[in-house]
């Protein structure tokens, strides 16, 4: 966990980054609080509150919930999506179908796990709900499902074929898709987003082997 304040007095803004959270805090007699939070990747955070030492800028979370998510072998052609605390305790599954899941990822309001599932005969997006404890396979056109990730907003992009190679895709809220955010006539995989939803740095074929590129979403400009 890395921690990295900004600011001086008790009484600025200060913002921090937590891993992958963003988080936005404000100070009141020296009690650190958050008030807004992006939530990315593995980590659902359920509570958390920040306490300043009154001897300098060193902050520690207090009353913390974490969940992460992981996939785990279980037999051959059997991987299943859990979930475990930091601690090591309260390890729970929470799929449990026949054949592949893998990249688990938590959506931003922690309600939704999403993770790719192959099968022998399909690729599938996979959706866990928190609330209702109930897992769905959802399935498209073409034969890959790939990377699934949460932008801040809780819409879901994942790379989809539809030609010869993947390209990357936003779903709505009802993880229906969308429209193409990135397709270039290369493989396109793994988008990841920045705390605002406007970056976006995925993998491409495009120049030969697999390298990382950054897109602006607001200009389509994209740099390696």
């Avoid at 007699?29 to 939070?37: A, K």
Wanted: charged letters at 20%.
């Amino acid at each position: 966990m890395m921690i990295i304040l900004f600011g001086g007095s008790a009484q600025n803004n200060i913002a921090c980054n937590i891993s992958f959270i963003s988080c936005g805090i404000r100070t009141i007699n020296h009690q650190m609080i958050i008030t807004r939070s992006s939530i990315y990747r593995n980590h659902n955070i359920v509570v958390m509150n920040m306490r300043r030492f009154l001897s300098g800028n060193i902050i520690r979370p207090v009353e913390t919930e974490i969940n992460s998510c992981f996939a785990r072998t279980d037999g051959p052609k059997k991987r299943d999506i859990w979930l475990v605390k930091p601690t090591g305790k309260d390890l729970r599954q929470i799929t449990n179908i026949p054949g592949t899941a893998m990249s688990p990822a938590w959506s931003p309001d922690g309600r939704y796990v999403v993770f790719s599932h192959l099968d022998d005969s399909s690729h599938a997006l996979g959706v866990w709900d928190r609330l209702a404890n109930q897992v769905k396979l959802i399935r498209f056109p073409g034969n890959t499902v790939i990377g699934p990730s949460f932008m801040p907003d809780n819409k879901v992009a994942v790379s989809l074929s539809t030609g010869n190679y993947p390209d990357i895709f936003l779903l709505n809220h009802k993880f229906e898709r969308e429209r193409p955010l990135e397709a270039s006539g290369a493989i396109n995989v793994s988008p990841s987003f920045d705390a605002t939803g406007t970056k976006m740095v995925f993998t491409s074929s495009r120049l030969g082997g697999p390298q990382i590129f950054l897109k602006d979403l607001t200009t389509g400009a994209v740099r390696r």
